[in-house]
């Protein structure tokens, strides 16, 4: 099966998910980790791309990067060909570590990627690993709360915390009080449901409107409240279209998309 052409990000910046083959563990300790980490910021250093945000679990990670001059799958394979070598080497073992490639989201506006800061951060509080942000310290969390810790960070903070307020210790307040508000959007993240291309989604659009609708014009579908929500309950949630797919596909705005819960 071929596939799927990565979606590129106008502005270079992409939510990444990587997982276990075989849903196995990346980590087996805290040192596979530190090492993960000391991997991830070396390649920063040699390459140049920026890290906003990252967050290591037991089987996958998630990270928040805007690709240097190197293309993001060259630096992926760089930094996950690295951590595999090591891992195998230290337990003895052989054969692919990740599953398949990294998945990828683009992220390409200000609002979208603060929210999915808030939600990589977020990860172990809904595993229930920890009761707050800040007790778990595999995540980039903790590096925004220190003051003055854009020069030597290894997580690119400032922009982020630009976002919120100019002044840094306001922007920090702010940062932690948005961090710890609901949200039920979707994002990428680990899971089996199949995931479309924009191709497929618009085949499968098209065949959904035939099958569900009689053909009707999908014009005339989202112009009806009703109806548009329904057609959007269901793209989230039988297609694994993201919501910026879906909206791209209906012609409406994404908040029109994120305010509609998925269809189970």
Same mark, same amino acid.
């Given at each position: /099966?071929?596939?799927?052409?990565?979606?590129? %990000?106008?502005?270079?910046?992409?939510?990444? /998910?990587?997982?276990?083959?075989?849903?196995?563990?990346?980590?087996?300790?805290? @040192?596979?980790?530190?090492?993960?980490?000391?991997?991830? =910021?070396?390649?920063?250093?040699?390459?140049? #791309?920026?890290?906003?945000?990252?967050?290591?679990?037991?089987?996958?990670?998630? /990270?928040?990067? !805007?690709?240097?001059?190197?293309?993001?799958?060259?630096?992926?394979?760089?930094?996950?060909?690295?951590?595999?070598?090591? =891992?195998?080497?230290?337990?003895?073992?052989?054969?692919?570590? =990740?599953?398949?490639?990294?998945?990828?989201?683009?992220?390409?506006?200000?609002?979208?990627?603060?929210?999915?800061?808030? +939600?990589?951060? @977020? @990860?172990?509080?809904?595993?229930?690993?920890?009761?707050?942000?800040?007790?778990?310290?595999?995540?980039?969390?903790?590096? +925004?709360?220190?003051?003055?810790?854009?020069?030597?960070?290894?997580?690119?903070?400032?922009?982020?915390?630009?976002? #919120? %307020?100019?002044?840094?210790?306001?922007?920090?307040?702010?940062?932690?009080?948005? %961090?710890?508000?609901?949200?039920?959007?979707?994002?990428?993240?680990?899971?089996?449901?199949?995931?479309?291309?924009?191709?497929?989604?618009?085949?499968?659009?098209?065949? +959904?409107?035939?099958?569900?609708?009689?053909? !009707? @014009?999908?014009?005339?579908?989202?112009?009806?409240?009703?109806?548009?929500?329904?057609?959007?309950?269901?793209?989230?949630?039988?297609?694994?279209?993201?919501?910026?797919?879906?909206?791209?596909?209906?012609?409406?705005?994404?908040? %029109?998309?994120?305010?509609?819960?998925?269809?189970?």
């Amino acid at each position: /099966m071929p596939r799927h052409q990565r979606i590129l %990000s106008e502005t270079g910046t992409y939510h990444i /998910m990587m997982r276990g083959n075989e849903r196995k563990n990346l980590f087996r300790s805290d @040192n596979d980790k530190k090492q993960f980490l000391q991997t991830l =910021f070396k390649k920063k250093k040699e390459t140049g #791309f920026a890290v906003y945000a990252y967050c290591l679990m037991d089987n996958h990670v998630h /990270m928040l990067i !805007k690709e240097s001059e190197e293309s993001l799958a060259t630096t992926m394979k760089r930094i996950n060909a690295s951590y595999a070598v090591y =891992f195998n080497q230290k337990y003895h073992r052989v054969g692919h570590l =990740f599953q398949d490639r990294f998945k990828s989201e683009p992220i390409e506006d200000d609002q979208y990627l603060i929210a999915v800061v808030r +939600y990589i951060h @977020n @990860n172990p509080v809904k595993a229930g690993i920890v009761a707050s942000l800040e007790q778990y310290k595999w995540s980039s969390y903790n590096f +925004y709360l220190i003051p003055d810790n854009t020069k030597s960070s290894n997580v690119d903070t400032e922009f982020v915390l630009s976002l #919120f %307020s100019n002044n840094q210790q306001q922007a920090i307040q702010e940062f932690i009080r948005f %961090s710890m508000e609901a949200d039920h959007n979707e994002y990428l993240d680990v899971t089996d449901k199949a995931t479309f291309t924009l191709e497929e989604g618009q085949i499968y659009l098209g065949e +959904y409107l035939t099958k569900e609708w009689q053909g !009707k @014009n999908l014009e005339e579908l989202i112009a009806k409240t009703e109806t548009r929500k329904e057609i959007i309950a269901h793209l989230r949630g039988r297609t694994g279209l993201s919501v910026r797919q879906i909206a791209d596909l209906l012609g409406i705005k994404r908040g %029109s998309v994120q305010n509609v819960k998925p269809k189970p």
